[in-house]
Every structure is written in structure tokens, then in C-alpha cells.
């Protein structure tokens, strides 16, 4: 991988000392989009070297919250208890680009932080910590599968829930990116909801109503793992290709069997860390979200705010049978 921080999984290079005077016992919540996603729970776990490590670290009280589905009406009341029990720092996925807002934007006013990472809601946010550029993630998906495709045939995408702004963000993007390839037809979008039955319905459903898909995307871990489960029989291996965003460790029995050549994603422990730091320095007036602000988190180096109040992470990385096996998260 070099020296380049591949959205945190390269080398990071040595701490340096910012020198800026952080608040220490901030009451700083942690809101994934839901509990149960072992994508998040790298994220955030102090085990893991998430979110909840940097906060540790720190001198914060840190806690992760959420509800069980990936919707607002599940994660908002959790934002609310959150807010109520006096948070002063608040690190959110948003299930939804705007349902979140009358509340964050209320909180905010009275001087909560509201920092967002992995899904981002624009009008209710002091930054979004962007794990890599949405381009880059909705192109890399379209090109690997065009790649096993030889650029041609039906596709679909098997996305997590239908108001999440990160997969309908990149989902933009692959549209984009597909114009490349004109003999690839997108055919149809479902929505698992980052649930595994549901991800699994969704994509026996899309097999049954067409016959003639060749490949599928899905721009999840908790979807391309089931849909992964589903395609792992003989008559669909290596036949219907499937990439998207996995984790190495979900991932690592279909890419032995060849029922996936390679799929993408960026460190998910880097990226809570990263916003659980950035967090702390907005709650800590050390930084305002100005573009060009620039702090130190931690292990990983310098960042610096760029246009939109956004950090950005790093590019995604590519995962294939010649790597996954160094990766253990
Ligand atoms: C799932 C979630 C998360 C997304 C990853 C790729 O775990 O939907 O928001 O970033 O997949």
C-alpha cells in the first residue's frame, strides 16, 4: 500500500503535538446508524481503535447509542435521550439527509457539536467526516464489475435503506459512471435496510425477476455479505458477479470461493476516530469548521477542513483474494 494513507489503512505516520488546549470529560454520544452492524461497531469500539478509543484517549466520556433499524424514526429518539442526558458532542451516521435536521439544528443552537461520519446530513452539521471522496467510491464499484463483465449485461444494486444519504450519494455516482459503459443496463435498485433477511429477500427476488442479471453492486457490508450468502450456491457462483463495499472479515470466505473477485472499503476504526477527534476539537473551540482549519488526530496525522465543512478520510481501498488475508476487521 506504500506510504499513502489509503483511507487509513496505510502507514500513519507519527502523532504530532498540535499543541491545542482539548476539553477533557465532554459528554460525547456516538450514533451509528443502528446497533448491530459490524461495520459501525469498528468504527466506534475502543477494542477495534474506533471512535470510542480516540474518546478514551482523550479524557472524554464517550458512548456509543442507536436503535436497532437503519431509519430516522428509529434513530431519533436515541439523538433525543442523547441530548437530554446532557451531551455535549454528538457523532452521527444520518439514516436521512433531513429528518435528523429539527433536532440537530435545535441542539446546535444551544451549543451542541454536531459532527456527522459515513452518512452525512448537509443542512444540520458543524462537519461531515467523509470516509473518501463519493466519486471515487461510486466509480470504483461500477469499474470492478465492468471489469468481470467485460463492460456488458443487466445489473442491479442491492443498497441499504432508501433515505441513507451515503448509498444514495454514491448510487449518483455509479449512475454516472455507468454512461461509460453503455452495454451495462442498471435494471433495478432495492433496499435491504441493513438488515441481513431483508438484504436476503431483496436479492433472491431480483434473481427471480431477472433471469438474465449478470451483476450486482451493493454499496453495503450488511448487503453485499448476505447477497454474497445468496449467490454462493453452484448455480449462481462466479455466474451473477457481485462487488460493492465489504468488510475484509465478512468477506473473506466468498472471495476464497470465488464467489467475489474484489470489492472496496475504507478502514471503518480510522474514520470513527477521525470524527471522534474532530468532534472534540469543534466542542473544544480549537478548530471552527472553516475550510482550511487543519488539526492532529491522533496516530493518523494532520487533516484539514476542505470545501463543504468536509474531512475527508482517504481514497477507498480495493480488497481481492491477493490481499483480504492481511486484514482482520
Ligand atoms: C454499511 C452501512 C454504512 C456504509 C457501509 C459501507 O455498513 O450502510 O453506512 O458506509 O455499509
Same mark, same amino acid.
Request: proline share 5%.
Given at each position: 500500500?506504500?506510504?499513502?494513507?489509503?483511507?487509513?489503512?496505510?502507514? #500513519?505516520?507519527?502523532?504530532?503535538?498540535?499543541?491545542?488546549?482539548?476539553?477533557?470529560?465532554?459528554?460525547?454520544?456516538?450514533?451509528?446508524?443502528?446497533?448491530?452492524?459490524?461495520?459501525?461497531?469498528?468504527?466506534?469500539?475502543?477494542?477495534?481503535?474506533? /471512535?470510542?478509543?480516540?474518546?478514551?484517549?482523550?479524557? $472524554?466520556?464517550?458512548? %456509543? =447509542?442507536?436503535?436497532?433499524?437503519?431509519?430516522?424514526?428509529?434513530?431519533?429518539?436515541?439523538?433525543?435521550?442523547?441530548?437530554?442526558?446532557?451531551?455535549?458532542?454528538? !457523532?452521527?451516521?444520518?439514516?436521512?439527509?433531513?429528518?435528523?435536521?429539527?433536532?440537530?439544528?435545535?441542539?446546535?443552537?444551544?451549543?451542541?457539536?454536531?459532527?456527522?461520519?459515513?452518512?452525512?446530513?448537509?443542512?444540520?452539521?458543524?462537519?461531515?467526516?467523509?470516509? #473518501?471522496?463519493?466519486? &471515487?467510491?461510486? /466509480?470504483? %464499484?461500477?469499474?470492478?464489475? /465492468?471489469? %468481470?463483465?467485460?463492460?456488458?449485461?443487466?445489473?442491479?444494486?442491492?443498497?441499504?435503506?432508501?433515505?441513507?444519504?451515503?448509498?444514495?450519494?454514491?448510487?449518483?455516482?455509479?449512475?454516472? $459512471?455507468?454512461?461509460?459503459? *453503455?452495454?451495462?443496463?442498471?435494471?433495478?435498485? !432495492?433496499?435491504?435496510?441493513?438488515? =441481513?433477511?431483508?438484504?436476503?429477500?431483496?436479492?433472491?427476488?431480483?434473481?427471480?425477476?431477472?433471469?438474465?442479471?449478470?451483476?450486482?453492486?451493493? *454499496? =453495503?457490508?450488511?448487503?453485499?455479505?448476505?447477497? /454474497?450468502?445468496?449467490?454462493?450456491?453452484?448455480?449462481?457462483?462466479?455466474?451473477?458477479?457481485?462487488?460493492?463495499?465489504?468488510?475484509?472479515? %465478512?468477506?473473506?470466505?466468498?472471495?476464497?470461493?470465488?464467489?467475489?473477485?474484489?470489492?472496496?472499503?475504507?478502514?471503518?476504526?480510522?474514520?470513527?476516530?477521525?470524527?471522534?477527534?474532530?468532534?472534540? $476539537?469543534?466542542?473544544?473551540?480549537?478548530?471552527?469548521?472553516?475550510?482550511?482549519?487543519?488539526?492532529?488526530?491522533?496516530?493518523?496525522?494532520?487533516?484539514?477542513?476542505?470545501?463543504?465543512?468536509?474531512?475527508?478520510? &482517504?481514497?477507498?481501498?480495493?480488497?481481492?483474494?491477493?490481499?483480504?488475508?492481511?486484514?482482520?476487521?
Amino acid at each position: 500500500m506504500g506510504a499513502v494513507m489509503t483511507a487509513g489503512l496505510g502507514m #500513519a505516520p507519527a502523532a504530532t503535538a498540535a499543541g491545542h488546549p482539548l476539553k477533557k470529560g465532554l459528554k460525547v454520544f456516538v450514533v451509528p446508524k443502528n446497533l448491530g452492524n459490524s461495520y459501525f461497531t469498528t468504527a466506534d469500539s475502543v477494542k477495534s481503535g474506533g /471512535a470510542l478509543a480516540a474518546l478514551k484517549a482523550l479524557g $472524554e466520556q464517550g458512548q %456509543e =447509542t442507536s436503535g436497532t433499524a437503519d431509519s430516522p424514526s428509529s434513530q431519533l429518539p436515541v439523538i433525543q435521550a442523547d441530548l437530554s442526558k446532557g451531551a455535549n458532542a454528538l !457523532v452521527i451516521s444520518a439514516t436521512d439527509p433531513t429528518a435528523l435536521c429539527p433536532t440537530l439544528n435545535a441542539a446546535m443552537k444551544r451549543g451542541v457539536v454536531v459532527v456527522t461520519y459515513d452518512s452525512d446530513a448537509p443542512a444540520c452539521r458543524s462537519l461531515f467526516i467523509n470516509q #473518501a471522496s463519493p466519486q &471515487g467510491i461510486g /466509480a470504483v %464499484e461500477v469499474d470492478i464489475l /465492468a471489469k %468481470e463483465l467485460h463492460n456488458q449485461g443487466q445489473i442491479a444494486v442491492v443498497s441499504a435503506s432508501a433515505s441513507d444519504t451515503n448509498q444514495n450519494t454514491w448510487i449518483g455516482y455509479m449512475k454516472t $459512471e455507468l454512461k461509460k459503459y *453503455p452495454k451495462m443496463k442498471l435494471v433495478s435498485i !432495492v433496499y435491504g435496510n441493513d438488515d =441481513t433477511a431483508t438484504s436476503t429477500q431483496v436479492t433472491q427476488g431480483l434473481l427471480s425477476r431477472y433471469p438474465n442479471l449478470k451483476g450486482i453492486i451493493s *454499496p =453495503t457490508t450488511v448487503g453485499i455479505a448476505a447477497a /454474497a450468502a445468496v449467490l454462493d450456491t453452484a448455480k449462481y457462483r462466479g455466474k451473477v458477479k457481485l462487488t460493492g463495499l465489504g468488510t475484509p472479515d %465478512e468477506m473473506k470466505k466468498y472471495v476464497a470461493d470465488g464467489t467475489v473477485q474484489a470489492f472496496a472499503l475504507w478502514n471503518p476504526a480510522s474514520l470513527g476516530y477521525l470524527a471522534a477527534y474532530a468532534a472534540v $476539537e469543534l466542542a473544544s473551540h480549537s478548530i471552527t469548521n472553516a475550510k482550511g482549519q487543519s488539526f492532529t488526530a491522533g496516530k493518523l496525522g494532520k487533516f484539514t477542513v476542505g470545501a463543504g465543512h468536509t474531512v475527508l478520510l &482517504g481514497p477507498p481501498f480495493v480488497f481481492n483474494k491477493s490481499n483480504i488475508n492481511k486484514f482482520n476487521f
